[in-house]
């Protein structure tokens, strides 16, 4: 079984400020975990993927995630927010082999202020 | 190369009728999938496939039919359409091996029961 959970539902930060955006997995085996990005009225689109290679994975966008095993974790970080980086983003979870299932965070709703 | 295609972009329905929710990819991806999304709850798997020919049943399947004849298209059918129904749905894609993760949106179309 997997899942993951999305800390905040709603994030606030100043143009220019850091983004931290936080996701906590729960799995069996070692995951698969991503990173998704939607902004208004769009699909979502890949930011970036941990697939058992780096665990500093760098994504589209200036984004990039950390793979901490000891904590089962993987948040999401850019340096410095940038207006065009108001979105949803949502964290998911999978498994190697096959087919496996997705699982998807209940998103976290991000606002930059001028 | 134009990804994942859904059409309606909109529609609005009555209560027990019934529509076919279109969707092609043209990357070749064996696996597909529907999703709805509903607001703070991230995104529910309704059904899923494997490959043409090959379909089984997401978390929220009730009410919903698919069928997979080509790899390209994947319709969604709902049958008696129901106020439940209204929601947002998303059609995906992925590659294969450790690509299931790695999903390809399309659009979406907004659904609405009345």
């Known amino acids: 079984a997997q899942s993951v959970t999305q800390l905040g539902s709603h994030v606030s930060v100043s143009e220019g400020a850091l983004v931290l955006l936080r996701c906590n997995y729960s799995?069996?085996?070692?995951?698969?975990l991503f990173w998704y990005v939607q902004y208004p009225n769009q699909g979502l689109q890949l930011l970036l993927k941990?697939?058992?290679?780096?665990?500093l994975v760098k994504g589209i966008n200036g984004f990039e995630a950390e793979f901490k095993k000891s904590e089962t974790s993987f948040h999401l970080t850019k340096p410095s927010a940038h207006m065009s980086d108001a979105a949803e983003y949502f964290c998911?979870?999978?498994?190697?082999?096959?087919?496996?299932?997705?699982?998807f965070g209940t998103g976290t709703k991000l606002q930059v202020i001028p | 190369n134009a990804g994942v295609t859904q059409t309606p972009k909109f529609r609005i329905l009555k209560i027990g009728q019934s529509m076919t929710l279109q969707c092609t990819q043209d990357?070749?991806?064996?696996?597909m999938y529907w999703y709805r999304q509903d607001p703070g709850m991230g995104l529910k798997l309704i059904y899923y496939?494997?490959?043409?020919?090959?379909?089984d049943k997401g978390e929220v399947p009730n009410g919903y039919n698919v069928s997979r004849s080509t790899t390209e298209d994947f319709p969604l059918r709902l049958e008696l359409a129901a106020p439940s129904q209204t929601s947002v749905y998303f059609c995906?894609?992925?590659?294969?091996?450790?690509?299931?993760?790695?999903?390809?949106f399309g659009p979406g179309t907004r659904l609405t029961v009345t």
């Open positions: 998911a979870v999978s498994l190697a082999g096959g087919y496996q299932k997705v699982t």
């Open positions: 496939s494997v490959g043409a020919g090959i379909t």
């Open positions: 995906a894609s992925s590659p294969e091996g450790t690509g299931v993760g790695e999903q390809y």
């Open positions: 799995s069996s085996v070692p995951p698969y």
């Open positions: 990357m070749n991806h064996n696996y």
């Open positions: 941990y697939t058992s290679a780096a665990t």
